[in-house]
């Protein structure tokens, strides 16, 4: 079932079955607010709504105006200019060019619909669509170049979760992890490959990544990993015995981004605490340092690049 709601003044959009109800809100760049399992009545997406949402403009900076729901962060994360030619130079604000525009929005079906956005500094056409199948939320991604050059992005999903204490990151086996930044921990490069779940700081102690623990230690530290077993990692929260499964694509959205807040973010302002599991396609925040080390997203000139990415609620 679909339905409009009104969220704070704004016009929100309801995908609801008997299991789990997605709320997202178009003109502030399709931005979900909630992602509730029904039977249960948990809600996963982290809320800030006592300090109110509001439209940002284009440019703006993500930290002081969207730090919480769930955003797209394309064609970067963290702000950089272009790399190359024929956009070299080119600034890409941060957290990307479409988290603060104006998502034109279609219903598809009983649970479905189709949101869509053009990018301002560079041509393309970017689509999400969103249906729920049981206990599934199923995300449908295409890309469409809108012109004769080919253009190298960077994307990632950007889901700000609820943390509790003792909950538990579940990754089978053990893949490759980057550390990209950690305001806690030191260690000697960003470059330096882990195996999932530990690494090893420039002081030798050895940080089990995998267990979330002492959330208000007021540290920010990212990671991403790669070569993921079955492309699913899950975030258990064990004291209320619910989980949500991050189900990636196999090909276009096959890294996974970790992001720990434990009260280090936003750096300017009030700070929060949440917990980011972020599927994407590269493994730093700039596009500029994912171009030089060889993971991004390719959009061949006037071709179409389709990825899916799943969250499975248990």
Same mark, same amino acid.
């Given at each position: =079932?679909? #339905?409009?709601?009104?969220? @704070?003044?704004?016009? !929100? &959009?309801?995908?609801?079955?008997?299991?789990?109800?997605? $709320?997202?809100?178009?003109?502030?760049?399709?931005?979900?607010i909630s992602?509730?399992?029904?039977?249960?009545?948990f809600?996963?997406?982290?809320?800030?709504?006592?300090?109110?949402?509001?439209?940002?403009?284009?440019?703006?900076?993500?930290?002081?105006?969207s730090?919480?729901?769930?955003?797209?962060?394309?064609?970067?994360?963290?702000?950089?200019?272009?790399?190359?030619?024929?956009?070299?130079?080119t600034?890409?604000?941060?957290?990307?060019?479409?988290?603060?525009?104006?998502?034109?929005?279609?219903? =598809?079906? #009983?649970c479905?619909?189709? @949101?869509?956005?053009n !990018? &301002?500094?560079?041509?393309?056409?970017?689509?999400?669509? $969103?249906?729920?199948?049981?206990?599934?939320?199923?995300?449908?991604?295409?890309?469409?170049?809108?012109?004769?050059?080919?253009?190298?992005?960077?994307?990632s999903?950007?889901?700000?979760?609820?943390?509790?204490?003792?909950?538990?990151?579940?990754?089978?086996?053990?893949?490759?992890?980057y550390?990209d930044?950690?305001?806690k921990?030191?260690?000697?490069?960003?470059?330096?490959?882990?195996q999932?779940?530990?690494?090893?700081?420039k002081e030798?102690?050895?940080?089990?990544f995998?267990k979330?623990?002492?959330?208000?230690d007021?540290?920010?530290?990212?990671?991403?990993l790669?070569?993921i077993?079955d492309?699913?990692?899950?975030?258990?929260?064990?004291?209320?015995?619910?989980?949500?499964?991050?189900?990636?694509?196999s090909?276009?959205?096959?890294?996974?981004?970790?992001?720990l807040?434990?009260g280090?973010?936003?750096?300017?302002?009030?700070?929060?605490?949440?917990i980011?599991?972020?599927?994407?396609?590269?493994i730093?925040?700039?596009?500029?340092?994912?171009v030089?080390?060889?993971?991004?997203?390719?959009?061949?000139?006037?071709?179409?690049?389709?990825?899916?990415?799943?969250?499975?609620?248990?």
């Open positions: =079932m679909i #339905s409009e709601v009104v969220c @704070q003044n704004f016009k !929100g &959009i309801k995908i609801e079955n008997q299991i789990v109800s997605i $709320i997202t809100i178009p003109d502030i760049g399709g931005k979900i992602i509730r399992d029904k039977k249960n009545d809600e996963f997406v982290f809320d800030k709504s006592n300090d109110g949402l509001k439209i940002s403009n284009y440019g703006s900076n993500f930290d002081i105006e730090p919480a729901g769930i955003d797209e962060c394309f064609p970067t994360v963290g702000k950089c200019r272009y790399p190359e030619y024929p956009w070299e130079g600034v890409i604000p941060d957290h990307g060019e479409i988290w603060p525009l104006k998502f034109k929005t279609s219903i =598809m079906g #009983s479905s619909i189709r @949101q869509e956005v !990018g &301002i500094r560079f041509p393309y056409l970017f689509k999400r669509k $969103i249906r729920l199948i049981r206990n599934m939320i199923i995300f449908s991604y295409q890309l469409i170049s809108l012109c004769s050059m080919d253009f190298k992005y960077g994307w999903m950007h889901p700000q979760f609820v943390i509790r204490e003792d909950s538990i990151i579940e990754v089978k086996n053990h893949p490759d992890f550390v930044f950690s305001t921990y030191n260690f000697n490069s960003n470059d330096k490959k882990y999932w779940p530990y690494a090893t700081g030798n102690n050895k940080i089990d995998s979330v623990i002492n959330i208000g007021g540290s920010l530290t990212k990671l991403y790669s070569g077993q492309n699913m990692v899950s975030l258990f929260y064990k004291k209320e015995k619910q989980k949500l499964g991050v189900k990636l694509d090909g276009n959205s096959s890294i996974c981004g970790i992001a807040n434990k280090g973010w936003p750096f300017n302002g009030k700070p929060y605490k949440w980011g599991i972020e599927p994407c396609n590269c730093t925040d700039k596009l500029s340092d994912s030089e080390r060889g993971f991004f997203g390719l959009l061949k000139h006037k071709s179409i690049r389709n990825w899916e990415v799943s969250f499975v609620i248990n």
